[in-house]
């Protein structure tokens, strides 16, 4: 079973940046989609961002012009880059690979203060 490990997340401040990484035990090629998901204190986990093998893209309202997905097929690992954060971006941060039903990190804190 594949296993993920995030890394990136921390304390930042308000317009800060941040690049989330997750490397994947084994190739990411043999998945169909890869993502970010996040989960707030007292809220559901919710979609950040996705990419498809075939390039597609989806991103949350809430993150769009502002955080960029991407993957690096060599290495295993796939980015969120997440520019001009907000406090309400505050959550642990998740990596998935083939959706709700799929693969799941141990997740990540990103805190984002005022």
């Known amino acids: 079973q594949v296993q993920l490990v995030e890394s990136g997340g921390g304390l930042v401040q308000a317009g800060g940046s941040l690049r989330l990484s997750c490397a994947a035990s084994?190739?990411?090629?043999?998945?169909?989609?890869m993502g970010w998901y996040r989960q707030a204190p007292g809220k559901q986990r919710e979609l950040v961002a996705t990419?498809?093998?075939?390039?597609?893209?989806n991103y949350a309202d809430s993150v769009k012009g502002r955080f960029t997905i991407s993957r690096d097929n060599i290495k295993n690992t796939v980015y969120l880059q997440m520019n001009s954060l907000k406090p309400e971006d505050t959550a642990v941060y998740f990596c998935?690979?083939?959706?709700?039903?799929?693969?799941w990190g141990q997740g990540t804190q990103v805190t984002v203060s005022s």
């Open positions: 084994e190739s990411i090629f043999r998945f169909n989609s």
């Open positions: 998935n690979l083939d959706g709700w039903y799929g693969y």
């Open positions: 990419l498809t093998t075939g390039g597609s893209l």
